[in-house]
């Protein structure tokens, strides 16, 4: 029997027992897929990591450092982290685009105050209380709520009294660009709260931020490294669509470092309707935050948390029902109802839910794929979950062929050859493919053994006798989304 051996060589004639080892049969089943999330966002120059340079981040508090307290990608951290602390996770920093400018509001104190309590402000979803003495004056209460923003330096913003109207604060982004028009500011967010008997505020919404930094400079800093998903704040349309051809680029068959891409928006529900049909990948998720007072970019990291993490269990299951630590819902009246989340979904927009608790779930995760290259709806690539588990189906495929004949000839079906020997054929590589097709079917990712065995197609190249072609059909398995029952009673 002729055995192929990797390392003994076959005119060995020094005396001695040689043994080598070989992993090649070593492991059983399916392989994991790893995953490998990066955020990209703007910086401030106090961070300490340059711009477009990715950097490993292991706790919020080092995101702080890395790309400066208060800025959007520190935000963006913070409500990854809440969700998911065991994801590695990376960071790409960019500096505002030089033409950019910063968005800007303000907030208008009407006074005096008739009676003391407490001014409980929302900015960004983070609390701000300032305390109120009765007979404060509007200026008085200005001054107050500019210290108390300015004291908390994890807001996106920062406060200053107005020189000319006393009694009005002036906000403006930290981070200059479109992101800044998305920082909420309202006060009375939560049930029992309420101004001070006699004071009033104004807030003039934050708007005027213009021009976000390119894309295209964290694309390039990303070099050859595989991110299985990367998380943005913005969703203009360049940013969107150099982030989408790299996306389609490392989806296919020459490249195959799957890259999924999950943004956030906030706005009305034309908005948003808006947004989703003007997009059109199969690689690109976009939860919608409505009226939420927490910021789209915190909505886009904390499912890109939750999803990076849930699917490397499982790329099947659904990801219904997770909750989205740290968000803050819309209030009761601002959210959207069935019909209006429905209309979303056919436009491309994933949706949320509220529970009993005021926690917000995932409804379902759509990408923004919708129609095919001839305009034709097409539903294939609607859910995030089945890129995911095509994603995995490729990735452990290829690691069974690699590891099972990692340096194996090729022959013919029906090539006598001894046993021992480093060959194969199509006809060992069907029967893989088959046994492969049974460990998928365990896990729960695919469904249809017979129609498999029947479509799947192994057969060596004609033109090229070092490759064996194949067609691998598995039918991949689906998620219990919706359940219509018909109650027919009888009395």
Same mark, same amino acid.
């Given at each position: 029997?002729?055995?192929? *051996? ?8 020094v005396p001695?027992?040689y ?6 049969r ?16 703007? $910086? !401030?120059?106090?961070g300490?990591?340059?711009?477009g340079?990715?950097?490993q981040?292991?706790?919020?508090r ?6 400066g ?7 963006m *951290?913070?409500?990854f982290?809440?969700g ?10 960019? /500096? ?5 400018q ?8 009407s ?8 001014i ?10 300032v ?5 404060d004056?509007?200026a008085?209460i200005a ?9 908390q330096? @994890? !807001? ?5 009294? %107005? ?12 981070? =200059?660009?479109?992101?800044? %028009?998305?920082?909420?500011?309202r006060?009375?967010?939560?049930t ?9 505020l ?12 390119d ?12 991110w299985?998903?990367?998380? +943005? ?20 068959g020459?490249?195959?470092? @799957?890259? *999924? ?18 997009? %059109? ?7 919608g =935050? ?10 886009a ?5 939750? =999803?990076?993490?849930h ?9 219904q029902?997770?909750?989205l /630590?740290?968000?803050l819902?819309?209030a009761v009246?601002? $959210?959207f ?13 994933a949706?949320?839910k509220? /529970?009993?608790?005021?926690r ?9 794929? #919708?129609? @095919?290259?001839?305009? +034709? #709806?097409?539903?294939s ?5 089945? !890129?995911?588990?095509v ?9 069974? +062929?690699?590891?099972?004949?990692p340096?194996?000839?090729?022959a ?9 020997q480093?060959?194969?054929t199509p006809?060992?590589? $069907?029967?893989e ?15 249809? *053994?017979?129609?498999?065995?029947? /479509?799947?197609?192994v057969?060596? %190249? ?6 064996v072609?194949?067609?691998?059909p ?5 998620? !219990? ?5 018909? +109650?027919?009673?009888?009395?």
């Open positions: 029997m002729a055995i192929s *051996f990797n390392t003994i060589p076959v005119d060995l004639r001695g027992a043994v080598e080892i070989d992993n090649s070593a492991l059983r089943g399916l392989v994991g897929m790893p995953r490998k999330v990066l955020l990209i966002g703007p $910086r !401030l120059d106090s300490t990591v340059p711009a340079t990715p950097v981040v292991l706790t919020e080092a995101a702080q450092g890395y790309f307290r208060g800025s959007i990608l520190h935000l *951290f913070r409500a982290k809440a998911n602390d065991y994801t590695e996770v990376w960071g790409i920093g960019l /500096d505002d685009d030089d033409a950019a910063a968005a800007s509001g303000s907030i208008a104190v006074g005096p105050a008739t009676a003391g309590g407490t409980a402000l929302m900015i960004d979803g983070a609390r701000v209380r305390g109120v003495a009765a007979g004056a509007p008085a001054t107050a709520i500019a210290a108390a923003i300015n004291a330096t @994890d !807001l996106p913003l920062s406060a200053a009294v %107005n020189g000319v109207d006393d009694a009005q604060v002036d906000l403006t982004a930290r981070n =200059a660009g479109e992101t800044g %028009n998305h920082i909420d500011v006060h009375s967010y939560h029992g709260e309420a101004l001070p008997a006699g004071v009033g104004a807030v003039t919404a934050l708007s005027g931020g213009t021009a976000n930094p894309v295209a400079d964290a694309v390039a800093a990303m070099g050859d490294e595989w299985t998903d990367v998380v +943005i704040p913005w969703t203009d349309a360049a940013n969107l669509a150099a982030l989408e051809a790299e996306a389609a680029r490392r989806f296919e020459m490249d195959m470092r @799957d890259m *999924f891409i999950w943004a956030g928006a906030s706005g009305t529900h034309a908005d948003l309707t808006t947004l989703g049909n003007s997009r %059109n990948s199969p690689h690109l998720s976009i939860l =935050a409505g009226a939420s007072p927490s910021g789209p970019w915190a909505w990291a904390a499912l890109a948390a939750v =999803a990076s993490y699917l490397q269990i499982d790329p099947a299951r659904p990801l029902t997770l909750v /630590d740290g968000l819902p819309p009246e601002e $959210r109802d069935l019909t209006e989340r429905n209309l979303l979904l056919h436009d491309g927009v949706t949320h509220v /529970d009993a608790g005021g917000v779930l995932v409804e379902r995760a759509v990408t923004t794929y #919708e129609v @095919d290259a001839g305009g +034709i #709806e097409d539903a690539y609607l859910d995030v979950t089945t !890129l995911a588990t994603a995995y189906l490729r990735y452990s495929l290829r690691a069974r +062929i690699t590891q099972k004949f340096r194996h000839k090729l013919s079906n029906g090539t006598a050859y001894g046993a021992g480093a060959i194969v006809d060992v590589i $069907r029967a493919l088959v046994a492969l097709f049974k460990d998928w079917e365990d896990a729960g990712l695919v469904e249809g *053994f017979d129609q498999f065995k029947r /479509d799947l197609i057969e060596r %190249n004609a033109n090229d006798p070092n490759r072609d194949a067609v691998i598995p039918d991949v398995v689906n998620q !219990l989304r919706i359940f219509a029952g018909k +109650i027919e009673f009888r009395l």
